[in-house]
């Protein structure tokens, strides 16, 4: 065998057992969502959008969660896209780099891999107790905001390395101050690399359970929220909590919440793509 067909044989396997991963990771999602589809399409009606949680499954809706989850990822934005952003501008262009620098981008690089309980830990003993803040859902949205922070830091220093240096110089040729080089050129250029990252972490926080559990959401409300120390809970605890439940009927309805979860999630990515394309093309023309 000679050694350009050696490589050809190599790349043909290659190709081959790449092929077979995509392939196993569709099969199991199609089966998955066939799963879910089948059983809880049907149990989606009005009254389940309009309908608190309930011992009868068939009274049961998701009024309570969906509101609890709508405040509680509305919150979490505002708190983690001005921090985030802000500290990779920090970083790639006011911090000197040296050891320091290094170490805290190590230490940030750390933080976006440990796991989400660990963070509720943190919110339990800062928000919830030291700082008073109860088990509400600005002690909720304070604690995914800490979960996600590393995440969108990261993706925003990425989007900010992207920006050519060329652009950079060429506005301080032009008499521009820094203040000035970064909103008028630096940012527009990566806002939708930030905004990609920013919104896919936030779709993280959406799915998010373990630090909930922590902070203290509930998974019984016959209410809805009105201000930022009410109590709350969230699709995913209430899926949680119907899940555990010994009646089939529960499963269902559970299965439905799951469908409505997930098309939040397709929303808040579509958001993110169509934001990107719209800034990209503002940044070509």
């Known amino acids: 065998m000679t050694n350009l067909t050696k490589r050809k044989l190599q790349d043909k396997i290659f190709h ?143 989007a900010i390395k992207s920006v050519p240096k060329e652009l950079k110089h060429g506005a301080y040729a032009l008499g521009c101050t820094k203040w000035q080089m970064i909103t008028g050129v630096l940012l527009p250029y990566a806002m939708p690399g930030i905004l990609t990252g920013t919104i896919l972490a936030i779709a993280r926080a959406l799915g998010e359970t373990a630090p909930l559990l922590m902070v203290g959401a509930v998974t019984f409300i016959a209410y809805t929220p009105e201000g930022i120390f009410d109590s709350f809970t969230t699709l995913p605890m209430q899926i949680y909590s119907w899940t555990s439940k010994p009646k089939a009927d529960f499963h269902y309805i559970a299965a439905a919440a799951i469908i409505v979860l997930l098309v939040l999630l397709l929303g808040i990515n579509s958001l993110a793509i169509y934001l990107r394309n719209k800034y990209q093309n503002r940044v070509s023309m």
């Open 16 to 158: 081959m057992l790449v092929l077979l991963a995509t392939l196993f990771g569709l099969v199991v999602l199609v089966v998955l969502l066939k799963e879910i589809l089948s059983d809880g399409l049907k149990w989606i009606n009005i009254d389940f959008f309009r309908n608190f949680a309930s011992r009868f499954p068939k009274k049961s809706g998701i009024k309570a969660p969906l509101f609890g989850s709508l405040w509680l990822i509305t919150l979490t934005a505002l708190f983690a896209f001005p921090i985030g952003v802000g500290s990779a501008l920090y970083l790639e262009e006011y911090l000197p780099k040296n050891w320091l620098t290094n170490l805290i981008q190590i230490n940030i690089s750390n933080l976006a891999g440990v796991p989400s309980i660990v963070f509720g830990i943190l919110g339990l003993g800062i928000f919830v107790n030291t700082l008073g803040f109860g088990r509400s859902i600005l002690s909720g949205a304070l604690t995914l905001a800490l979960l996600i922070l590393p995440v969108i830091i990261v993706s925003a220093q990425e």
